[in-house]
Nanobody, 122 residues
Framework: QVQLVESGGGLVQPGGSLRLSCAAP????????IGWFRQAPGKERERFSC??????ATFYDLSVKGRFTISRDKSIAYLQMNDLKPEDTAVYYC?????????????????WGQGTQVTVSS
C-alpha cells in the first residue's frame, strides 16, 4: 500500500506561482510513474501531467504546457506552477502506479493522494 500526501496548495493571484509536492512517506517510488490530476467545481477530474520512472519522459496537457513543470526524486514528486490563471482553480491530486513504461500509457492509477486546493483569484 502506497500512501501519497499532497501539499503546497493555497490562494494565489493570477500570474502567481505555487509549488505542489506529492510525498510517499517511508516509500520509494523508483518503479512508479506519477500523475497529476485536477478537478474543478462541476467538472470531471482530468489528468494534465505525468512523469515516468526514468524522470525524463513527461506529459503535459496543452492547458498547462509551458507554465507547469513536473519533476521527481525517489520518494517525492513536484509540480511547479507558474503564470497561474483563474481557470487553474481546482483540487489537485497526485496518483501513482508501478509502471515501467511511459506514464501517458497508464489508464488507471492505483494509489491517490487526498488532494490539495489551489485557488487563483484576485
Amino acid at each position: 500500500q502506497v500512501q501519497l500526501v499532497e501539499s503546497g496548495g493555497g490562494l494565489v493571484q493570477p500570474g502567481g506561482s505555487l509549488r505542489l509536492s506529492c510525498a510517499a512517506p517511508g516509500f520509494t517510488l523508483d518503479n512508479y510513474a506519477i500523475g497529476w490530476f485536477r478537478q474543478a467545481p462541476g467538472k470531471e477530474r482530468e489528468r494534465f501531467s505525468c512523469i515516468s520512472t526514468n524522470e525524463v519522459a513527461t506529459f503535459y496537457d496543452l492547458s498547462v504546457k509551458g507554465r507547469f513543470t513536473i519533476s521527481r526524486d525517489k520518494s517525492i514528486a513536484y509540480l511547479q506552477m507558474n503564470d497561474l490563471k483563474p481557470e487553474d482553480t481546482a483540487v489537485y491530486y497526485c496518483a501513482t502506479k508501478e509502471f515501467p513504461r511511459f506514464c501517458w500509457e497508464i489508464d488507471d492509477y492505483d494509489y491517490w493522494g487526498q488532494g490539495t486546493q489551489v485557488t487563483v483569484s484576485s
